[in-house]
């Protein structure tokens, strides 16, 4: 099992910015990636980015490109996503999910890559 634990989230400002992070526990030494995933009141859960945790590969959404940057820490088994230039349509919960099985990267974008899940930290961001 692998317990993951966000933190970072807030309210902040449009334009502004926030660095979330997951912290994973446990049985990591199998992790394959790390992913983060949001969700917004009414939406369906949404792919954000996700990192390799072998080689540092990384996977972006299209609207985040540019302005969000997922990054690892493999001696703290803790992965970071930086937000940059915050809009309001990115206000939502943010989770955390890691994967332990190989997937080709088309399959990292979506929930079927991840096994463990985080509870979540609220993003708010205001205009």
């Known amino acids: 099992q692998v317990q993951l634990v966000e933190s970072g989230g807030g309210l902040v400002q449009a334009g502004g910015s926030l660095r979330l992070s997951c912290a994973a526990s446990?049985?990591?030494?199998?992790?394959?990636?790390m992913g983060w995933f949001r969700q917004a009141p009414g939406k369906e859960r949404e792919f954000v980015a996700a990192i390799r945790w072998s080689g540092g590969t990384t996977y972006y959404e299209d609207s985040v490109k540019g302005r969000f940057t997922i990054s690892r820490d493999n001696a703290k088994n803790t992965v970071y996503l930086q937000m940059n230039s915050l809009k309001p349509e990115d206000t939502a919960v943010y989770c955390c999910?890691?994967?332990?099985?190989?997937?080709?990267?088309?399959?990292?974008?979506?929930?079927?890559?991840?096994?463990?899940w985080g509870q979540g930290t609220q993003v708010t961001v205001s205009s």
């Open positions: 999910a890691a994967g332990d099985f190989p997937v080709q990267g088309t399959v990292l974008v979506t929930t079927a890559a991840y096994d463990y």
């Open positions: 446990g049985r990591t030494f199998g992790l394959i990636a």
